[in-house]
Structure formats: structure tokens, C-alpha cells
């Protein structure tokens, strides 16, 4: 998986916000969201189908991270 130059400034914009009120968990969650995504490449057809898209190749992929505390 190749992550784009969006989704990496994405993941900097969610640690940035978090990181006001708790950089520990800015940190932890940062890096949680890049952990999820390894093995994409190994598992392409890892997730659900879009029903509302006809292409097959296109999934979803959620990232369920447990509740932070105090934000």
C-alpha cells in the first residue's frame, strides 16, 4: 500500500488536533492508523465491498480505535 501525500497530511492534521490535548495519545493513535494498515498489500481483498459502487476491487477498510479518554 502506498499511502498518498492527502492521506499522509491526514493522519498529521488527526495527530496534530489530538496531540493539544494529549500528545501520548496523539502518538498512540498516529500510530495505531499506520499499524492498521499493514498487510493491506499482502490481504488487497481485506474489508467489505462498496455496494454502492459496481467496481469489485473497490473496499472499505475501517480502523476501529478504542475511545480516548479525556478528549
Same mark, same amino acid.
Do not use: F, N
Given at each position: 500500500?502506498?499511502?498518498?501525500?492527502?492521506?499522509?497530511?491526514?493522519?498529521?492534521?488527526?495527530?496534530?488536533?489530538?496531540?493539544?490535548?494529549? $500528545?501520548?495519545?496523539? #502518538?498512540? &493513535?498516529? +500510530?495505531?492508523? !499506520?499499524?492498521?494498515?499493514?498487510?493491506?498489500?499482502? @490481504? $488487497?481483498?481485506?474489508? #467489505?465491498? &462498496?455496494? +454502492?459502487?459496481? !467496481?469489485?476491487?473497490?473496499?472499505?477498510?475501517?480502523? @476501529?480505535?478504542?475511545?480516548? #479518554?479525556?478528549?
Amino acid at each position: 500500500m502506498k499511502w498518498t501525500a492527502h492521506a499522509k497530511s491526514q493522519v498529521r492534521h488527526i495527530h496534530d488536533y489530538i496531540a493539544q490535548g494529549s $500528545p501520548l495519545y496523539a #502518538r498512540r &493513535v498516529s +500510530e495505531e492508523l !499506520i499499524k492498521k494498515t499493514i498487510g493491506l498489500d499482502a @490481504l $488487497p481483498r481485506k474489508g #467489505r465491498k &462498496v455496494p +454502492e459502487v459496481k !467496481i469489485c476491487v473497490l473496499r472499505t477498510q475501517t480502523c @476501529l480505535l478504542p475511545p480516548i #479518554r479525556g478528549l
